[in-house]
């Protein structure tokens, strides 16, 4: 049996619960959050699709002990208010670092012992908080990380060059949040070098773009949901199906030391390899800097 435990039921841990749940991914899903009321809402509101839903789904609300034998799990706990206020995920971090500190002791205190899949903010330091506390290993332990940005960028560069969004390869590096950057190195369009298609002026307002489109949708909607689950969805599926899927996720890279967006390839063990990138020197400048505004953050914990 696929099973998987959704911790925190907020707008995007609700979207990818529905979303495994109606798409027949999962054959058990576990529900939690310390809103008792929501996550008992959030079960008996899926519970009421099963006349319907195309496919049965065994569902459990409020037991951490029933993490104990699930084989993934994901963390989508946590407040997008002080993003959207701040326009800076690290306006999380406080909270989100002592709510990371909790949930991990509650998940190893379960004996779960699969793959952690982190969604909540910011994202790279929160997983590398998850991973410390869980005990669980660094391959075992991934959050989503750039894979959205990298998603919002395809987009953008597509509609540039009126191109379906799947033509354009290529990698949002770094921090989840204001250090990302696009790798203009290793985007291409139809096998076209990106950089020989946009001058640099283009190269930094398109890169600009998609931070720019998450906070429209933050602001316009009080949330996301949408994008951010389709991606955790996805890498979701790379493990169930051992599809050794090449993403941009938040994984441990040796090279800096710390979790950051970087490819990987993703499978049933979970981040079973980092592939170094060749970048140029100023793209391996600002993932230096980026990691560095990452472990700072963390380097303040007490």
Not at 80 to 93: L, N, P, S, V
Not at 198 to 208: I, M, N, V
Request: hydrophobic share 40%; glycine share 8%.
């Amino acid at each position: 049996m696929r099973k998987v435990g959704i911790i925190g039921l907020g707008h995007v841990g609700a979207t990818v619960a529905y979303t495994l749940f109606t798409h027949g991914y999962v054959d058990e899903l576990v529900l939690l959050d310390q809103n008792r009321q929501k996550v008992e809402a959030e079960y008996n509101d899926l519970s009421d699709t099963l006349a319907r839903n195309d496919s049965h789904v065994q569902l459990k609300w409020g037991n951490w002990a029933d993490l104990r034998d699930v084989d993934i799990v994901v963390t989508a706990f946590g407040d997008i208010a002080a993003t959207i206020k701040t326009g800076d995920r690290f306006a999380e971090f406080d909270i989100n670092a002592k709510n990371a500190k909790q949930v991990g002791a509650q998940i190893k205190a379960s004996g779960f012992h699969g793959i952690l899949i982190n969604i909540s903010n910011p994202c790279d330091a929160i997983t590398t908080i998850l991973q410390e506390t869980t005990g669980l290993s660094q391959q075992h332990v991934f959050g989503t990380g750039t894979f959205l940005d990298t998603a919002r960028m395809q987009r953008i560069v597509g509609e540039a060059l009126n191109e379906d969004p799947k033509n354009v390869i290529g990698y949002v590096l770094g921090e989840h949040g204001s250090s990302q950057f696009t790798a203009w190195s290793t985007v291409r369009v139809n096998n076209r070098i990106a950089v020989q298609l946009f001058d640099e002026a283009t190269q930094a307002r398109l890169s600009a773009q998609p931070n720019k489109n998450s906070m429209k949708v933050a602001f316009g909607k009080g949330y996301t949901c949408y994008a951010i689950a389709t991606c955790a969805t996805r890498l979701i599926q790379a493990v169930f199906t051992n599809s050794r899927l090449y993403a941009p996720a938040s994984v441990y890279v040796p090279a800096v030391k710390t979790y950051i967006g970087y490819p990987a390839i993703i499978g049933k063990a979970g981040v079973e390899e980092v592939i170094p990138l060749s970048l140029t020197s100023d793209e391996q400048a600002k993932l230096t800097a980026s990691a560095a505004k990452i472990k700072k953050h963390l380097s303040q914990l007490v």
